[in-house]
């Protein structure tokens, strides 16, 4: 799949989102990646302005509670990430100098870093040349390539698979990293791709097949409504709305219609580290 097409494609065709900004910073990077996870870039990024006025370093981040960084992180979902951003900063702060680390290897060492947001740091914030996936890289790459209507399962091969397109310097090979994440996102997309805009419609292998519908076997996500999810969601929602951000242990979403679920919604925020119980009341962690 030559590089030129989407190198040229990407010029004329990005979006202008903050953290393409040259001069925003790894930790903008790294706040806007964990923020960016499952969530789309729409309710991103006012949280994402919100959370760098308030926390502009790694270090005012972790000079913070985690219970701030949990009432911050507001309505994104996941609040797991919040929590692991928080820790991230501290190691940040006591083991980088309160600089995000280069490297892939140091920014996988950190909390809640996986192989995805260590390379795209290291790539869109420092300019290293490594192959960045996600799922509309993986779709794109599907199709072009593979002649698939739909990606499979992410794998160490889709790395394997990006980094045999990539150009030689760093600099393009980072343009053509965003542009596949781009091209999947606003053309490529999953269910009506715009093939006409594409710039790989030429060499698409899928588009020389007819377009054949090869499945989709890819991990569903569960149902949110009615979810443990949702009910998590809730307890949490409550403890940030509360002007102490304490509610009595029983009146916890009290009117909740399924009272088992309402128990383990509370019992597994706690076992995850995002609610604390005491004296019979539950509160954002400290």
Same mark, same amino acid.
């Given at each position: 799949m030559p590089a030129l097409p989407l190198i040229e494609w990407?010029?004329?065709?990005?979006?202008?989102?903050?953290?393409?900004?040259?001069?925003?910073?790894?930790?903008?990077?790294?706040?806007?990646?964990?923020?960016?996870?499952?969530?789309?870039?729409?309710?991103?990024?006012p949280r994402l302005e919100e959370w760098l006025k308030r926390w502009p370093t790694a270090t005012a981040l972790a000079d913070s509670s985690p219970a701030d960084a949990v009432r911050q992180w507001a309505n994104l979902g996941y609040p797991r990430r919040a929590l692991w951003l928080h820790q991230a900063a501290?190691?940040?702060?006591?083991?980088?100098?309160?600089?995000v680390?280069?490297?892939?290897?140091?920014?996988? $060492?950190?909390?809640?870093?996986? @192989?995805?947001? &260590?390379?795209? =740091?290291?790539?869109? *914030?420092?300019?290293?040349?490594?192959?960045?996936?996600?799922?509309?890289?993986r779709r794109?790459?599907?199709?072009?390539?593979?002649?698939?209507?739909?990606p499979g399962n992410a794998s160490?091969?889709?790395?394997?698979?990006?980094? $045999?397109?990539?150009?030689?310097? @760093?600099?393009? &090979?980072?343009? =053509?990293?965003?542009? *596949?994440?781009?091209?999947g996102a606003v053309v490529c997309t999953a269910r009506n791709p715009r093939c006409e805009m594409c710039p790989l419609a030429d060499i698409c292998a899928w588009r020389?097949?007819?377009?054949?519908?090869?499945?989709?076997?890819?991990?569903?996500?569960?149902?949110?409504?009615g979810s443990d999810r949702q009910a998590r969601g809730a307890v949490l929602k409550e403890l940030r709305d509360a002007t102490t951000h304490v509610?009595?242990?029983?009146?916890?979403?009290?009117?909740?219609?399924?009272?088992a679920q309402r128990h383990r919604a509370i019992d597994s925020l706690i076992a995850d580290g995002l609610a604390e119980v005491f004296d019979g009341m539950l509160q954002l962690p400290r």
């Open positions: 990407y010029a004329k065709n990005a979006r202008d989102l903050p953290w393409r900004d040259p001069s925003f910073g790894a930790w903008g990077v790294l706040v806007s990646e964990f923020m960016l996870q499952q969530t789309p870039v729409s309710r991103v990024i501290v190691e940040i702060r006591d083991q980088h100098g309160g600089a680390p280069t490297e892939v290897t140091a920014l996988l $060492a950190l909390s809640g870093v996986g @192989d995805y947001t &260590a390379r795209a =740091v290291a790539v869109f *914030a420092y300019g290293q040349r490594h192959p960045v996936v996600d799922t509309n890289t794109v790459l599907a199709r072009a390539i593979a002649g698939r209507s739909q160490r091969r889709d790395l394997d698979d990006m980094a $045999a397109i990539l150009p030689d310097d @760093d600099e393009s &090979a980072a343009i =053509v990293n965003a542009a *596949a994440m781009e091209l020389a097949e007819g377009y054949p519908d090869t499945g989709d076997d890819r991990r569903k996500q569960a149902r949110y409504e509610v009595a242990l029983e009146d916890v979403i009290a009117d909740w219609p399924d009272a």
